[in-house]
């Protein structure tokens, strides 16, 4: 099924072009480009028009976005899957442990991808695979799906712009200090391709924001909330290691699986305006079981102020 958007032509985009007034939406060039070369994609007052044409106060623009198909090489696979909300734009949905995000090496018909290409293929919808943000393998938590280029780009472009919020749970070793702010370069190691390192010289800017939420004697672990200034790969692995506080469970840069069989990482809130309705959007998913160890079954209350 094509999908529809109408705009009702105010004052304020009286006698912008087309491209002008998409451009303020939020649509990209490439994606104005697109369209301008669909036949009777764009039309105004009924007919076909370019995107030069000037529409006036009160005329109703008609975008119809092409036929979507679906993702090349992702073979559908049936999986269960936390779908926390779902409208013709996007999907949030809360990742489980042990599932990649896309196909790769080693990983043909167990990801993410392949679970959504089985939901749609099921409801007979194309499946075009758009992942705003990324999650590790084996940490869970939201992440957002798009389910058009309208929403892709406009999303994408929020991410850039830093206007999607995240925040974060980790487990670490040993009592965190109450909050403090990671500055250390993020670069990958000389001997990996998937390791990376604290590099000052060849490495990439990278800072992290950190505050104890709770700290359990029992097992000598805290819980930690993370806010991200930036993306790095690994880089909250990376950044609690360096300051001696390493995630239990993570393979790569601390071994130590006595509580976790993974990175006891979990992306816990999101909260951003929508890219088409502008309504605002909040999400929390609830800490796994696994990271549970610690002694919290709950974080209700516990993360309340926005440091």
């Known amino acids: 099924m094509k999908m529809t958007i109408n705009y009702l032509i105010t ?23 697109r369209l301008r070369n669909t036949e009777n994609a764009i039309t105004a007052g009924g007919r076909s028009v370019y995107t030069t044409y000037r529409p006036a106060t009160g005329e109703v623009l008609t975008i119809t976005f092409p036929q979507e198909k679906d993702s090349e090489n992702i073979v559908p696979t049936e999986m269960s899957m936390d779908i926390l909300f779902e409208d013709e734009h996007l999907l949030v949905i809360n990742k489980a442990a042990g599932v990649p995000i896309h196909p790769s ?20 919808e194309a499946f075009t695979f758009r992942a705003i943000n990324r999650l590790d393998r084996d940490t869970t938590g939201l992440l957002i799906i798009a389910k058009n280029p309208l929403s892709a780009c406009i999303l994408s472009d929020m991410v850039k712009k830093h206007e999607i919020h995240r925040r974060y749970l980790a ?16 670069a990958r190691t000389h001997d990996s391709t998937i390791e ?3 590099d000052p010289v060849n490495g990439d800017p ?21 806010r991200l200034e930036t993306g790095r790969t690994h880089q909250i692995r990376v950044h609690l290691k360096s300051i001696g506080h390493p995630l239990p469970g993570d393979f790569l ?14 992306s816990f809130r999101l909260d951003f305006i929508h890219p088409v309705t502008r309504v605002p959007l909040f999400f929390e998913a609830a800490l796994p079981e696994d990271m549970r160890f610690i002694g919290v079954t709950s974080t209700e209350g516990l993360w309340d102020n926005d440091f």
Do not use: M
Request: with cysteine.
């Open 11 to 33: 004052e304020a985009s009286d006698q912008k072009t087309i491209g002008q007034f998409l451009l303020d939406q939020g649509y990209s060039q490439s994606l104005i480009r």
């Open 253 to 266: 840069y601390n071994p130590d699986y006595r509580y976790i069989n993974r990175q006891a990482l979990h």
């Open 171 to 186: 487990v670490v070793q040993g009592e965190l200090p109450k909050e403090g702010i990671i500055d250390s370069p993020i």
């Open 196 to 198: 990376r390192c604290i």
């Open 105 to 124: 090496q080693g990983n043909f018909d167990n990801t993410l991808a392949n679970g959504l290409a089985w939901y749609f293929k099921k409801r007979q």
């Open 206 to 226: 990278a800072r992290t924001f950190f505050c104890r939420l709770f700290y359990d004697p029992v097992t000598g672990h805290s819980l930690a909330g993370l």
